[in-house]
């Protein structure tokens, strides 16, 4: 959250989706899946809110966009975990989503990207992994326990 209210998603971008949904449906949570509700979207604004995460108001990469680059980033295979592959993705997303495209440098990423406060990573992997775990079906827990 900014000071005014809740972090955009593409802050120099009018009409795109605020906050965090892009990230949540960029790994097609659904309702009937079993990780749909671990990483709930005010979970993810609480944890930068906590952090006093502040950004410019013409930030290309905000805290929404760099997260989401970052996660596709981590959870990608081979020559697509790159950093350039990450900004690519990013330019694909702002073509789908009808605004300009930025650079392709990957300077500013890899910048934004470290800025990311370690805290709120570790946060949202351990809501994450909590979340994973507390909708796990008793068959596959460990003596019908959460270990």
């Known amino acids: ?7 955009p998603f ?12 892009l990230i949540l449906s960029s790994f097609m949570q659904r309702d009937d899946l079993a990780f749909a509700q671990a990483l709930p979207e005010a979970t993810i604004e609480q944890a930068f809110a906590d952090a006093d995460f502040a950004q410019d108001e013409d930030d290309v990469y905000t805290p929404a966009l760099t997260l989401w680059a970052f996660l596709s ?14 900004v690519a993705r990013v330019l694909v997303l702002l073509a789908s989503l009808g605004k300009a495209a930025c650079s392709d440098n990957t ?8 800025k990311l406060p370690v805290p709120v990573i570790r946060r949202l992997t351990t809501d994450i992994a909590d ?3 507390q909708r796990l079906p008793t068959p596959l827990l460990w003596k019908d326990r959460h270990v």
């Open 131 to 133: 979340g994973c775990e």
């Open 1 to 7: 959250m900014t000071k005014e209210g809740p972090m």
């Open 73 to 86: 980033q981590a959870l990608s295979k081979d020559h697509q975990r790159s950093c350039r592959a990450a």
């Open 107 to 114: 300077g500013a990423y890899c910048r934004a990207r470290a």
């Open 10 to 21: 593409y802050s120099s971008c009018r009409g795109l989706p605020r906050r965090f949904r």
